[in-house]
């Protein structure tokens, strides 16, 4: 230890603190320590950048392999022609909508322009619990949808009822009295 | 990508610091037994000589707060406002803590920890309010515009992602069932007693799956480092 404090966070706290689970009592306590101690900056340094790297590769090991595409696409024009239907019009996408930490950046949310979308909204970390709603505006602030969150859950799931063209979009949480608190870039391709 | 952490909680800059906002194990009683013996222990040392130095205006005081305090500011504000002007943030973040404790805003010395941490949210709300603010000026100017990259560096990504290799390695060297479990907890957050509950774990199963797996990846990453030092040596 490199300063007068005697004990260190423990393990459970550091993970809680870079997941944004330590409740608003105790969180003063966790980041007083943090300011003056440098191993526990290390290994917190060390946990969100851990974090970071099982979300990339977790994210890449879900993603379809490229052989899979022709055969996909195959399939999709035969129940296209065979039922009459628009294969593509029931797809829904999963998008990940992540607040950084750590100062890492993430790759940017993208999501295929055109298709139904299930969008997963990463509202850990913030010590307010009370979000209350979701919004989604385009690239020059025009609201398109709006949703109601129950608040309670640190990732809600919004399943979009419109479909979007491509370009840049806003998603933003906000919480009961209106205050923005968070905001993510999606881009549409 | 802009975020605005935190944002409800902290408070204008504008309000006088109160350094009542330190939350202390004593007084509010609210910490587990275990948390409480690890989190903001009371200080061992005083701060009352040092902030009444700082009030004299000594110097060296004031090199004594900056050595103390500058890498935990510096790294709070890397974490969440990323490392754009990071030297400049931390100035004035420091000069701002200076002349609020010489103004005598703060009332007791002993609550130093928590008074420099609440001027270093201020200052973190400030600049995502600027930042957000300055967005959208410019989308009201120029359809399309964008927020300044705030956050990581190249560096950063890359250092990530040369770590996301190995996690690939370590994600593919256990079973389809050890890799939901720790996507669960680490890509979606569910919390260790959802995940329990859900895939019929104990707590202790889990704890250790959990290190396993965070030392297979310290392994891995050491001897990936091994071998980059190797290679660098026959260069
Ligand atoms: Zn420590």
Same mark, same amino acid.
């Given at each position: ?22 409740? %608003? ?44 595409? %022709? ?59 009370? &979000? ?19 608040? &309670?859950?640190?990732? %809600? ?10 370009? &840049? ?21 | ?8 909680? +902290? ?6 610091? =109160? ?29 009352? @000589? ?37 030297? =400049? ?7 701002? !803590? +200076? ?19 609440? +001027?270093?949210?201020?200052? !973190? ?11 959208? =000026?410019?989308?009201?100017?120029? !359809?399309?515009?964008? +927020? @300044? ?87």
């Amino acid at each position: 230890m490199t300063n007068n404090y005697s004990h260190c966070l423990t393990d459970t706290q550091l993970e809680d603190y870079a997941f944004g689970r330590v409740s %608003p009592e105790a969180v003063a306590d966790v980041e007083e320590h943090l300011l003056v101690c440098s191993d526990c900056q290390d290994r917190l340094q060390a946990e969100e950048e851990y974090i970071a790297a099982f979300r990339v590769a977790a994210r890449t090991a879900q993603r379809p392999v490229q052989w899979y595409k %022709p055969l996909a696409a195959a399939a999709c024009l035969v129940m296209a022609v065979g039922l009459w239907l628009p294969f593509s019009s029931t797809k829904v996408d999963s998008v990940d909508l992540r607040a950084e930490r750590g100062g890492v950046l993430a790759p940017a949310a993208t999501a295929v322009a055109g298709h139904k979308l299930e969008l997963r909204v990463d509202l850990a970390g913030l010590e307010s619990r009370n &979000t209350a709603r979701l919004q989604i505006v385009n690239a020059t602030g025009a609201p398109l949808a709006e949703t109601r969150l129950d608040g &309670t859950s640190v990732a %809600p799931m919004w399943t979009l009822n419109r479909k979007l063209g491509a370009g &840049t979009y806003w998603v933003r949480a906000y919480d009961s009295g209106g205050k923005q608190l968070r905001e993510f870039k999606l881009d549409v391709e | 990508m802009p975020e605005a952490s935190e944002w409800s909680v +902290v408070e204008t800059p504008e309000q006088p610091v =109160d350094e009542t906002e330190s939350s202390n194990s004593e007084q509010n009683g609210k910490l587990g037994a275990d948390e409480a013996a690890a989190a903001g222990s009371p200080p061992a040392r005083s701060w009352t @000589p040092l902030v009444e130095q700082i009030r004299a205006g000594n110097s060296e005081a004031m090199t004594e707060l900056y050595r103390t305090f500058s890498r935990g500011i510096r790294y709070y504000l890397c974490r969440q406002l990323g490392s754009q002007d990071l030297e =400049d943030k931390l100035h004035d973040t420091f000069l701002i !803590v +200076v002349q609020a404790i010489q103004r005598d805003e703060l009332r007791d010395p002993e609550k130093l920890m928590g008074f420099v941490r609440t +001027v270093v949210r201020r200052q !973190v709300a400030a600049y995502i309010d600027d930042a957000v603010h300055t967005r959208r =000026d410019f989308t009201d100017l120029e !359809v399309g515009g964008r +927020v @300044p990259d705030i956050r990581g560096n190249p560096e950063q990504r890359a250092m990530v992602d040369e770590k996301a290799e190995i996690m690939t390695k370590v994600l593919g060297g256990i079973s389809r069932r050890d890799r939901e479990i720790l996507t669960r907890f680490y890509l979606y957050e569910q919390t260790q007693e959802q995940i329990c509950e859900e895939m019929a774990l104990t707590e202790t199963q889990f704890r250790l799956l959990k290190s396993r797996a965070k030392a297979r990846f310290g392994e891995m990453g050491k001897r990936k480092l091994e071998r980059g030092r190797i290679l660098l040596r026959k260069v």
